[in-house]
């Protein structure tokens, strides 16, 4: 018996090796008696399952067993359903999950499938060429309770379906690969949604819920039937690199939701969407005030998005438990209708505050900066109209944006004002048939400075003559100081 072993854990130790299949991983510092072990005994056992392509990939956690999703009966025909295949697959490794993570390798095809959970200490890994497709049908995904947060699917009343990759109170779960492919088929979707035939909300392809230490990159996530990406309830967050690509006329196609979720950092992403690149979330009305976990400490640095109906960053409108500390920079918006915007309404209560972005350039733009206070949807008729949301400390600072439409719409709540805006280093060159009115602003308060064209009254120079720049904190939050590890697999021959 492995010295590092106990019996209990020796016993489970021989009945995953007795499985067919499967190759090791380990990271420099961590390849152990126990991983060195289960590589010797794998060896002799199946020494032809050690040919093949090591890899490299960078993660927040490495691996100790691998196995290839092939090896649970999967066919990747893009025909056959492999549901069954990925739910064995995760729920064999998951009982390595104390004996230093498993991670699950999907080579090259295309795979077919409904909904499966992830499990903790786990990696889902995808071959460059690997295309997991979604399962268009509503019977592939169980439905599930809306969330608490929301009180009501957001597409319909009552339950939601759940999403393509789920889980729920999970520690240290990575989904990355070499840029392959996660297609959620939601064409079908799309169509019944708008013609109002789906009883209950649509799914995302990826919610992972109460959970610790997420990792999500290097991948490319295409037409998803709603949200594509949807932290949610969750802390320590690191997504990068990655392509999102949905038909810029298809609504509710949201790139990556932070919702109510802390210490999150979003970076290196290319999106294209007919809904926000990314919506800054944290429940709605009634339920979203109840329930109180804000979204807070969310970095975001490094996005190009497309978005010509929406926002690249949006703020709510759910965000009735809180949005605070958010920071971005060095973004790049091109045919969108709107830079960062702030959406909320009487009756949302929370507030959205200590708002930081700067190095931001834009090119074909209808808004730059918009703020509304009058996001009207409601999840039912019992929101409490005397719940109205503060926004404070909002800092926009050296940005370029060409073909620009209308610079500003800045439309607070009466009575309940928008208060300490700054707008900082801000050069704006308007399209050939602009708005009458380039700067739209109520129900606001703040200050200016270096900004053209000039700015509205609301918003005064604050010294003349000198570029006086807004707030941005140098102390870095906890996600950023997170260093990924290098980490090695091998992969057979097919």
Known sequence: MPTSLSTAGYLLFLLLISYDGGFIGAADAEHDLRATDLHNHRHRRHRSHRRGEEFEYSAISCRAYSASLDEFGAVGDGVTSNTAAFRDAVSQLSRFADYGGSLLFVPAGRWLTGSFNLTSHFTLFLHRDAVILASQEESDYEVIEPLPSYGRGRDTDGGRFISLLFGSNLTDVVITGENGTIDGQGEPWWGKFKRGELKYTRPYLIEIMHSDGIQIS????????????????????????????????????????????????????????????????????????????????????????????????ALGSEMSGGIEDVRAEDIVAINSESGIRIKTAIGRGGYVKDVYVRGMTMNTMKYVFWMTGSYGSHPDEHYDPKALPVIQNINYQDMVAENVTMPAQLAGISGDQFTGICISNVTITLSKKPKKVLWNCTDVSGYTSGVT??????????????????????????????????????????
């Open 453 to 494: 064209p000039q700015p509205c009254q609301l918003l005064p120079e604050k010294q003349p003559g000198t570029v006086v720049p807004c707030n941005f904190p140098e102390d870095p939050i906890p996600i950023d100081e997170v260093k990924l590890q290098r980490c090695y697999s091998r992969r057979r021959n097919m």
């Open 218 to 313: 290097n991948l490319t996530f295409l037409n998803s039937p709603s949200w594509h990406i949807h932290p949610v309830y969750s802390r320590n967050i690191f997504i990068q690199s990655l392509t999102i690509l949905a038909p810029v006329t298809v609504p509710n196609t949201d790139g990556i939701n932070p919702d109510s979720c802390t210490n999150t950092r979003i970076e290196d992403c290319y999106i294209v969407s007919g809904d926000d690149c990314i919506a800054v979330k944290s429940g709605w009305d009634q339920y979203g005030i109840n329930y109180g976990m804000p979204t807070k400490q969310l970095l975001i640095r490094r996005l190009t998005c497309i978005s010509p109906d929406s926002a690249v960053i």
